[in-house]
Nanobody, 124 residues
Framework: VQLQASGGGLVQAGGSLRLSCAAS????????IGWFRQGYGKEREFVAA????????YYADSVKGRFTISRDHAKNTVYLQINSLKPEDTAVYYC??????????????????WGQGTLVTVSS
């Protein structure tokens, strides 16, 4: 499975972005897609996840109400809509795929494939 993340950019605080994660290869073997982010000098942290079936979503407390994860089966793509951006949201955002959903969706170790990341920079 190959993952291609895109949609990052420079945006002012309060603005919005939509990130995309396009899956190719054996994407039918994926159970869940997650988004993580890593700020400068920080550890990679969980942001959101969605079951590929689309019936369950999960969010970090810090982004609930501002971020929305969704998927388009026809395009093999998962989206992360980010609203009301804050400077502390500045990070490289990565999407990842898990072959088997273990329930530990917030652990990086639960994911088998990773995209290259897309940079989101929020100016104050």
């Amino acid at each position: 499975v190959q993952l291609q993340a895109s949609g990052g950019g420079l945006v002012q605080a309060g603005g919005s972005l939509r990130l995309s994660c396009a899956a190719s290869g054996r994407s039918y073997s994926v159970d869940a897609i997650g988004w993580f982010r890593q700020g400068y000098g920080k550890e990679r942290e969980f942001v959101a996840a969605i079951l590929w079936s689309g019936d369950r979503t999960y969010y970090a407390d810090s982004v609930k109400g501002r971020f929305t994860i969704s998927r388009d089966h026809a395009k093999n793509t998962v989206y992360l809509q980010i609203n009301s951006l804050k400077p502390e949201d500045t990070a490289v955002y990565y999407c990842a795929a898990a072959r088997y959903f273990s329930g530990s969706y917030y652990h990086t170790s639960s994911y088998d494939y990773w995209g290259q990341g897309t940079l989101v920079t929020v100016s104050s």
